[in-house]
């Protein structure tokens, strides 16, 4: 199981979420500890959020990134930016 923080929530009330698939799971856990979020997971997909580079001493930027990983047919995961 991965203890990750869902959007929104903090990392000391984080939910402890329940994934099937190793691969996703190793992908996420990994992610988790770059700072990235879960916004949403299913038993082969997860949207993961991290926010963006801030520019000019934070006025600027700071967008949020979106990455959709998923399992493909292989076993293996794959990611692309949304």
Do not use: C, H, Q, W
């Amino acid at each position: 199981m991965i203890e990750a923080p869902v959007s929104g929530s903090s990392t000391e009330d984080a939910p402890t979420i329940d994934v099937n698939d190793e691969e996703l799971k190793r992908v996420i856990e990994a992610r988790v500890v770059m700072g990235y979020r879960v916004e949403s997971l299913s038993e082969t997909r997860a949207v993961l959020v991290v926010n963006g580079r801030k520019r000019m001493f934070g006025l600027r930027g700071g967008d949020e990134k979106r990455t959709e990983v998923t399992i493909n047919d292989e076993g293996r995961a794959v990611s692309r930016n949304l």
